[in-house]
């Protein structure tokens, strides 16, 4: 979910009753506003839907004016999880392609919820959720578990049902953060009637079950559930838009692809082995880039710079090689420290030390300009790039570097790209504020490597801190970093497909709201999907046994420490207490806000790509308003290679098969996984026939050769040759790790702990501690 929602404000809506348990409360209620309110706006036609018997219909108590209690259990829930207890829930699936409906709309009215108050339901008393699911089961179990499997194996999953390894309907239930949030649509009256109305459109993300949940604790009644529509939209078309649609039939990647060549490419019976053993040997020249053609012994990069957006600098560049800050952290991972090959680490440590000795800019101390081989110079140099803090995470632990010259760049990020805007850090990389309170989020700025979160573990851990200027840098960079990440998916939430943009245009307005601009298409071969299923497994691991941790370790002992000191007088004792108190706390709440929304990201993404049908699957990118499919430009049908241009106009090169592969994968889907494998054996396949049209054995040493990849649409110095032979075809794929979201493992910092203030409130509230009098 989104994190637009004032829980405090936000209530709920009207629901008929619709369970009848033997028990009853007695009291009585102020009578409930009629279903058709004031607030009710004049539609064009409206069409009443069914309310269905909601799931738990054990939890609610009728009371004797016909309103529904949900029971607030406190021992079973003390005992289960009060962070996501078990509600009620009306479930609608609707079909998202019926014609003539503009909106549709829920309403309820809320009478009471838990007190605001309340030490340890804080958070109950926003009543419900409402959001759009996808309540399809993943499968609990994994797939290419090992390097010689090829079945599921379900005995590699935690049995606790309670965990999100099992993403089965009923589990989604207890965690509305996998839901679209519905309720910035919500309108509500002083008599706590609420209105949702939910643009049509937004079922065209995949995520098509509408859920409205009621909290324990809470009172409610008349849930009513309309289609506002027109253009011939009736009642005699509500089977239409209510009826259970089948799923959409996967089609075999090959016959995608039939009119290209005639191979069929297969996974059947194969191990995971199998499937790399295949690639590596129709794909050798990807090995041989990276110990030949990625670094050269100065230390510079063979990045095509005509690949790159380098607009208004044309004039400065004549050479066709060079560095571009953009795809330096790519390339220091994919030659990450190889001890079957110690030129791997050589080459890092060269180009680590070029860029820290060529392209630190002297005035600001972030990464800038761009490296042009054939002159032997820094150019553009007033381009400072937004990638610094990408690339400094990436170069630590490179050996023969001096580490404190890349503090200084982490400590120029502090310094320049984290924004203090309405009393809230924002990682803003770039650091441009506009005038009007806009700042731009690029997708790709996001990408950060399986080092990131160790790194700021380690600055507490070690007590490395001291190290960088800013005393708060890890407290700052955390939550700038997840703050702006939940920008990123409040904005790609209100894109009709839930596909995130390459840019995102974030408006900080003077009234304290936001507004949001999504710029350009989704493309699916962005650096963010490219490492985000493999950097996962290790951030979300120092977030939980590294922060968590800390949480679990020292937090309660502080708050012990602080209202003893308290008690004998010692404020300054009670205060550095306090302080670092409220540090673990935020260090905990930042690492899973940061590895969650990810999450709910890449999540959302999946659900699109599960909805769609051998005519706009596997895109290479979408409009992230229509779901259409953007096709690429041509490059060229010369020398035989038109089957390559036109698959790659639709599909898009190496890298955009293998992120698919990734990703499903990493959610453990067999079907769509093993499609995706064909899409990254046809495209290598493909390629290899009609664009290289000769033995794999090349001399990838040779610019010429490279520019023959790039001009082919396959950046083989960037993601689509580095990230395949780094990870695809490594020894490791995501379904072979616990790919889960923390959610579970968020104990104090689920949707109910939104401010970390507040949070600290309470805990010295439940301590007993009430403040000065």
């Not at 851990?461 to 840098?473: C, G, N, R, V």
């Amino acid at each position: 979910m989104s994190d637009e929602t004032n829980t405090a404000t936000q209530p709920i809506l009207s629901a008929n009753p619709t369970s009848t348990p033997d028990q009853e409360r007695t009291e009585d209620h102020p009578e409930p506003s009629p279903p058709e309110s004031e607030l009710t706006p004049d539609p064009l036609e409206r069409v009443e839907l069914p309310v269905p018997e909601p799931v738990n219909p054990e939890l609610l108590i009728t009371n004797t004016d016909g309103s529904l209690y949900v029971v607030l259990d406190e021992e079973e829930i003390v005992g289960a999880d009060r962070h996501h207890p078990a509600m009620p829930s009306y479930i609608w699936s609707l079909n998202a392609k019926v014609e003539g409906i503009e909106t549709i709309v829920v309403e309820f009215d809320l009478l009471d919820t838990v007190d605001p108050d309340d030490l340890y339901f804080y958070g109950y008393d926003r009543g419900f959720f409402i959001g759009l699911h996808n309540l399809d089961d993943v499968s609990d179990v994994l797939f290419y578990y090992t390097m010689n499997s090829n079945e599921w194996d379900a005995t590699m999953i935690d049995e606790d049902p309670g965990k999100l390894s099992h993403l089965t309907a009923e589990n989604k239930l207890y965690y509305p953060e996998l839901a679209e949030d519905l309720s910035r649509y919500s309108t509500s009256d002083a008599n706590g009637h609420y209105i949702v109305h939910i643009p049509y459109e937004q079922f065209n993300s995949g995520m098509r079950n509408l859920v409205l949940q009621f909290l324990p604790g809470a009172i409610y009644t008349n849930v009513r559930i309309y289609a506002d529509g027109s253009g011939g939209f009736g009642v005699g078309r509500l089977d239409e838009l209510i009826s259970e649609q089948p799923p959409v039939e996967l089609e075999d990647f090959n016959d995608l692809t039939f009119h290209l060549w005639e191979d069929r490419e297969s996974v059947d019976g194969m191990m995971r082995s199998d499937v790399i053993d295949k690639i590596k040997k129709e794909n050798q020249w990807s090995e041989k880039t990276i110990s030949d053609a990625l670094i050269n012994e100065d230390g510079t990069t063979n990045m095509y710079l005509a690949d790159y957006d380098l607009e208004g600098y044309e004039d400065e560049i004549v050479g066709e090689y060079g560095v571009v800050p953009e795809d330096v952290m790519a390339i220091i991972v994919a030659v990450n420290n190889n001890w079957d090959d110690p030129s791997f680490s050589q080459n890092r440590t060269a180009l680590v030390n070029f860029v820290l000795d060529n392209m630190v800019d002297p005035e600001t101390g972030l990464i800038y300009g761009v490296w042009d081989n054939a002159q032997g110079v820094l150019v553009a140099t007033d381009r400072i790039s937004r990638s610094t803090l990408q690339i400094a995470i990436a170069m630590m632990g490179t050996e023969n570097v001096d580490e404190a010259r890349i503090w200084a760049l982490i400590d120029a990020v502090i310094e320049h790209e984290l924004l203090y805007i309405n009393g809230t850090y924002y990682y803003v990389p770039g650091g441009q504020l506009s005038a009007d309170g806009t700042v731009e989020l690029d997708l790709d700025d996001f990408a950060v490597t399986e080092g990131f979160m160790s790194y700021f573990r380690d600055m507490i851990w070690y007590h490395k801190e001291d190290q960088q200027k800013d005393p708060l840098a890890t407290y700052k960079t955390l939550e700038g970093f997840a703050n702006s990440m939940e920008l990123l998916l409040e904005g790609q939430e209100q894109n009709p497909t839930n596909l995130p943009p390459g840019t995102l245009r974030v408006t900080f307005n003077e009234d304290g709201t936001r507004t949001f601009e999504s710029v350009g298409e989704f493309h699916m071969d962005n650096v963010f999907f490219s490492i985000w299923a493999i950097a996962h497994e290790f951030n979300y691991a120092e977030a939980t046994s590294g922060f968590q941790f800390m949480m679990a370790e020292k937090f309660n002992e502080l708050i012990e420490h602080f209202l003893t000191a308290k008690a004998d007088g010692n404020e300054e004792y009670a205060a550095q207490d306090l302080e670092q108190a409220r540090r673990i706390a935020s260090y905990y709440q930042n690492s899973m806000r940061i590895v969650n929304t990810s999450y709910q990201m890449y999540y959302d993404v999946y659900n699109f790509t599960k909805a769609q049908d051998g005519s706009t699957i596997f895109a290479a990118a979408y409009d992230v308003n229509t779901g259409d499919v953007v096709f690429r430009d041509s490059v060229g049908e010369e020398d035989g290679s038109a089957p390559w241009d036109a698959y790659q106009q639709r599909f898009g090169a190496t890298n955009t098969a293998v992120n698919y592969a990734f990703m499903n994968l990493f959610f453990h889907d067999q079907e769509l996984a093993e499609e995706s494998l064909k899409m990254v054996m046809t495209s290598i396949g493909l390629f290899d026939g009609f664009v290289l049209n000769e033995p794999v054995d090349l001399d990838i040493s040779d610019t010429e050769v490279l520019t023959r990849f790039f001009e082919k649409g396959v950046s083989i110095v960037g993601n689509d040759g580095i990230w395949f032979e780094r990870y695809f075809a490594g020894p490791k794929w995501p379904c072979s790790i616990s790919t889960r979201a923390a959610f579970d493992d968020a104990e104090n910092f689920a949707w109910r702990h939104k401010s970390l203030d507040e949070f600290m409130q309470r805990t010295l509230r439940q301590a007993g501690y009430y403040g000065e009098e």
